[in-house]
């Protein structure tokens, strides 16, 4: 497995052709399928739930699917996800009154499990719970739409996680979500990102090996 993993977001792909959508970014090179789910409650704007991931692997889906939930209750969908085919589930703290409880049920229910930080989401809460993570994501954009653009003080946050990733000793993955191009993708690297969530810049191109060589090479740089 490449150090740096490359995980278009679906938020931007074709929902009427959603498995071809899917299995043709893969193709192209991504490593694995991040899933915005998004309930009009905790986020302005609404996308997909459990069945939808269900159906990516009745489909033939078989990369790892990254479930962003951007809701308010989170517990409900962990086993839901679990039993839909998801690998990781990442929620964030203020959608849950009960922070490890929720990351020791993504964890009970046999996935991956990540706390999510939005732009203005002090970083305190890992001081309690780092030993239950195995990603922590960076919202480098206000969360409920793809196409925003990368807000600059994102790359300090990511160098201060990345100290407390290293500090802890632990194999935690240091995702990033939100305006992430090939023109920023080297800079966001070496702020500490080594997943890498893409929705626009890749979907909206015509051909998604283009742009996902384009960013690998960027990360060789
Ligand atoms: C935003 C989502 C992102 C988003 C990224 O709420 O969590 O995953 O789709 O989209 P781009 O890459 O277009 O900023
Ligand atoms: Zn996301």
């Known amino acids: 497995m490449s150090s740096f993993l490359i995980a278009p977001s679906i938020l931007s792909a074709d929902f009427a052709r959603l498995g071809d959508d899917v299995a043709k970014v893969l193709a192209a090179g ?16 609404l996308t997909f739930g459990p069945m939808v ?45 009960h922070i490890d409880r929720t990351l020791q049920l993504i964890k009970d229910s046999g996935c991956k499990a990540g706390l999510v930080f939005n732009p203005a989401t002090p970083l305190h809460y890992l001081d309690y719970v780092m030993d239950k993570l195995d990603v922590i994501l960076l919202m480098s954009v206000n969360p409920g739409f793809g196409g925003q653009s990368f807000i600059p003080g994102t790359l300090d946050k990511l160098r201060q996680v990345r100290e407390k990733i290293d500090q802890s000793g632990r194999d935690i993955r240091l995702e990033i979500d939100g305006g992430v191009k090939v023109e920023n993708i080297a800079e966001i690297a070496a702020a500490g990102a080594d997943m890498f969530v893409a929705g626009s810049a890749i979907f909206s191109q015509p051909d998604y090996k283009t742009v996902i060589d384009q960013m690998r090479a960027e990360l060789a740089t």
């Open 30 to 45: 991504a490593d694995v399928v991040h899933f915005d789910v998004m309930d009009n409650h905790f986020v302005p704007n």
């Open 53 to 97: 991931c269900q159906s990516l692997r009745d489909y033939g889906i078989k990369a790892e699917i990254d479930v962003h939930l951007m809701v308010k209750p989170v517990d409900a969908l962990v086993p839901a996800f679990a039993k839909a085919g998801a690998d990781i589930i990442t929620f964030h703290p203020e959608g849950s009154d």
